[in-house]
């Protein structure tokens, strides 16, 4: 079939583009959650319009003669700027959606094409992407990616929490840990413990099971500064909670956040606490005042979204308990980027 591909810049698009790109995310979320409200457009529009700091980003189209949108792919890496960088500087992370009417057409390889040939000439060595659906899988497996680790998304339903229990979590939490309190703070983490906070986040983003995942956190004051910047460019709060010990350590933490024009939902993201103050409770109580603290400030919430590892028994195991049930299962791949050359006869 007959289709060109564009480069997507979202800060130079028309209106008139706009609906055409709406109409193909719409078809796309109508296939893959079609059991959700469609998405924001404003939200949509300033997310794609927000830079991500500190992360080199190209989008591209697959467009038909009548300018039809029938595909879209992204890929990136992080920047010398990145706190990351020297972990993750042999790394590009690549995404690829072809509308279900239109693949099995070359579409999706004409994609990996234009990737791979500005990834090779960067140097990066892996590519790594992941799918949460039949189509994708086979497609990244057709050309010899290999599995790097298997997750889900999990969802509670806010109707469906057992109140009580939540309420008996955090009331054993300071039995379990007397000496332990929670703080919280919205979006920017306050200054004097920035430094903590962010290493905090690196070590709880680190010892998540990670597979065969060759991408690895690495977060300083400056990152997340940026990071809180973005969070209030596209509409979003954010919510944190930690765990403090008698001394002042942050042991353990929590996040949610929250776009109010998609009220119906929120995303609950990082939870960790430090190994060496596992054993009394801290990860249930950190859960159940999260919880309790979204029924009590955001009543429009119907459901929470996680995502997981599905070697994570620890985390899967509290959420179990707090009613979180798998919705679909995703995996994530890996390609080595001269071997995918290779393949595509580049």
């Known amino acids: 079939m007959e289709y060109r ?3 997507f810049k979202p800060k130079e698009v028309s209106d008139e583009f706009w609906d055409r790109y709406f109409e193909y995310i719409e078809t796309n979320h109508m296939e893959m959650h079609p059991d959700d409200p469609l ?11 927000a830079d991500i700091p500190d992360f080199y980003v190209k989008r591209l189209l697959a467009i038909t003669p009548d300018n039809k949108i029938i595909g879209w792919a992204g890929f990136g890496f992080s920047e010398e700027t990145a706190s990351d960088y020297e972990e993750n500087k042999h790394i590009a992370r690549l995404h690829i959606v072809v509308l279900k009417d239109y693949r099995r057409k070359g579409i999706g390889t004409d994609f990996l094409k234009y990737a791979v040939k500005e990834i090779q000439s960067l140097n990066k060595t892996v590519i790594e992407c992941g799918s949460d659906h039949e189509a994708g899988k086979a497609f990244l497996k057709h050309y010899g990616a290999e599995m790097t ?10 109707a469906d929490v057992d109140w009580d229990m939540m309420q008996e979590w955090i009331n054993e939490g300071p039995k ?22 962010c290493e905090m986040c690196t070590e709880a983003l680190n010892m998540q099971p990670l597979g065969e995942t060759e991408s690895r956190a690495n977060i300083d004051g400056e990152a997340r500064r940026k990071f809180e910047k973005r969070i209030k460019e596209i509409g979003q709060t954010n919510y944190t909670m930690i765990t403090r010990e008698k001394d002042g350590k942050i042991s353990g933490m929590t996040e949610i956040y929250y776009d109010p024009r998609e009220g119906h939902r929120l995303n609950q993201e ?13 990860g249930k109580w950190l859960k159940a005042s999260m919880i ?5 400030n955001y009543p429009e ?35 080595k980027v001269e071997e995918l050359a290779e393949k595509l006869n580049l």
């Not at 990082?270 to 801290?282: A, D, H, I, S």
């Not at 309790?292 to 009590?296: A, G, L, P, T, Y």
Request: include cysteine; aromatic fraction near 8%; charged fraction near 35%.
């Open 39 to 49: 998405p924001n457009r404003e939200g949509v529009i300033q997310r794609q319009k």
């Open 292 to 296: 309790v603290h979204i029924r009590d």
């Open 270 to 282: 990082l939870t960790g606490v430090r190994p060496e103050y596992r054993g009394r409770g801290l």
């Open 149 to 158: 680790i298997e997750g889900a998304e999990n969802r509670l339903e806010m």
């Open 5 to 7: 591909i564009i480069e």
């Open 301 to 335: 919430v119907e459901r929470i979204i996680t995502g997981n590892a599905e070697s994570n028994e620890a985390m899967l195991s509290i959420n179990n308990r707090m009613g979180f049930k798998k919705y679909k299962g995703g995996e994530g791949y890996k390609f």
């Open 176 to 197: 379990r840990a007397p000496d332990v309190r929670i703080d919280s703070f919205r979006t920017e983490c306050p200054e004097e413990i920035l430094d903590e906070f």
